[in-house]
């Protein structure tokens, strides 16, 4: 079942101790930022913004950031074997290593979390340069994962102090009409669910406003649970994904063994017109996961009527689902690295808050197929 708890969200909370303007940035540690950074710019549209590194006065680690309306990411890599992130990239592969979240007050926001138990990654750290100051501190979240606070209301250079700006001969592609994240989704161990929405619930001030249970997400292999934690103004979400028994291995129990650990299963990046975007995307060497024809031959009974017509979603493999609210338009991409960890959602959404439940048995079954071509299953 799918439980509404869902209640009227307030954009003005005055009990909520951690009041967070949205996502800042993510964070990837990767084996090659620079061959990354190209593959984010060429095809996914993001621009360069800004660089540190050697040149900078950063001795051990390159970082490039990129940026795509209100979507920021920063990619970074080692330079020696022994840094702390090459030992981060060896086990876990290319994976998000930050979630930012921009906050008014990065020192009261690690007071507040580390009060209520959250582990302190970062104490709080002013930083400052030529454009400004910045206050970045940090707490630790599942795996390997953190989220830094990032006050940045007296700072105006291109990314954070000790960056440049990026200036890249290269001609950048066009944007494909990314806007910005939508929700991150973290796959944790097994029955390590509740552990996570605790945390969320008493460390950050989130609220649990949908559940899905292993009767709403299995088909006949791919079981998972899921509780979607919110901010009290909405504009962060972040579901938890744990393991569920199935006939066989579940796909989040393939990202715990690749990703050696709980971690980041998805991004979702929201735009405006997904017809455009995912086209965009697909010209550009993005690849998608597909369902089969079948899924649209009943989809209008299914969903009712929607603004988009019918044969471009099909052709571009977009899914449907509606809710109370509204409906939702989604796709998935493929895992955007070799081992099957990390992949993208890219959403539309047109008054549904809800997350496509409607959609999960065609996709695990997409899913599924792509675990049965690489073993997993
Ligand atoms: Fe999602």
Known sequence: METLTRSTQH???????LPLQGTDYIEFYVGNAKQAAHFYKTAFGFQSLAYAGPETGVKNKVSYVIRQNKLTFVLTTPLRADH????????HGDGVKVLALRVDDA?????????????????????????????????????ETVHLFIERKDYNGPFLPGFRKWETPYYNPAETGLQYVDHC????????????????EDVMGFRNILSFDDNDISTEYSA???????????????PINEPAEGKKKSQ????????????VQHVALATNNIVETVTALRSRGVDFLTVPGSYYEDLLSRVGKIDEDLKPLQELGILVDRD??????????????????LFFEIIQRKGAKSFGKGNFKALFEAIERE?????NL
Not at 224 to 238: A, E, I, P, T
Not at 324 to 341: A, H, N, S, W
Not at 371 to 375: N, V
């Open 84 to 91: 702390e992130i090459s030992t981060h990239v060896h086990k």
């Open 185 to 200: 989704v973290g796959n944790v161990g097994w029955n390590q669910m509740n552990k996570w929405v605790q945390f969320y």
């Open 107 to 143: 020192t009261d926001a690690w007071e507040q979390t580390t009060k209520r138990g959250a582990k302190s990654y970062m104490k709080p750290t002013e930083m400052s340069d030529e454009f400004g100051k910045a206050v970045v501190s940090g707490i630790c979240t599942y795996g």
């Open 224 to 238: 998972l649970m899921s509780k979607v934690m919110s901010n009290g103004n909405g504009y962060v979400k972040f």
């Open 324 to 341: 109370d609210e509204g409906y939702l338009l989604q796709i998935f991409t493929k895992p955007v690295e070799d081992r099957p960890t």
């Open 252 to 263: 989040v129990e393939e990202y715990l063994d690749f990703y050696d650990g709980e971690g």
């Open 371 to 375: 675990q049965e071509a690489r073993g």
């Open 11 to 17: 954009p003005i909370n005055n009990t909520d101790f």
